[in-house]
């Protein structure tokens, strides 16, 4: 996937001794982590040690890596904060207010800086199956997905 070979990049540069795996302490991986998802610092060794397997050295690993990026590419409750802003009922959003939406929260919260096309691009891709309304649990998906793509973009300077 992209996410792996851009982070990979990334996480290789990190991984000086070639182990396969980054130690914990290392400020670079913060620095990875604090930048590419939604995690507050303090919190950062807490969502790195629910996905290392202390058995295989107790490092980070790219795979774990990307599973704390993935699992926290935007705050579950900014992603509902939004939802209910755009929801008249609080049950579904339409897909055009929905695409609006994604927008709104991509330049606000994301700082991202696309072109119309670019953004185009993204949410063509992220809203490829949507029907005519979206409710919460695809919302939120949908909001995980621009997110990923936006800080994969900043990093690998596209």
Not at 98 to 112: D, N, T, Y
């Amino acid at each position: 996937s992209s996410e792996q070979i851009v982070y990979g990049e990334a996480f290789a540069q990190m991984d000086t001794a070639g182990a396969g795996s980054v130690p914990l302490d290392s400020i670079p991986l913060k620095v990875l982590v604090a930048s590419n998802t939604s995690i507050d610092e303090a919190e950062i060794d807490t969502e790195l040690l629910k996905v290392i397997n202390f058995d295989e050295g107790g490092g980070c690993t790219l795979q774990n890596f990307l599973q704390v990026y993935r699992e926290n590419a935007i705050a579950t409750n900014v992603s509902i904060e939004e939802f209910l802003a755009a929801s008249a009922d609080g049950v579904v959003v339409s897909a055009s207010d929905c695409r609006s939406r994604l927008l709104l929260l991509g330049q606000r919260k994301l700082e991202a800086q696309f072109n119309e096309d670019q953004w185009d691009r993204i949410f063509n891709t992220v809203m490829m199956d949507c029907d005519v309304v979206v409710n919460m649990e695809v919302w939120i998906a949908f909001c995980s997905k621009v997110a990923r793509i936006v800080r994969l973009s900043k990093q690998a300077r596209v």
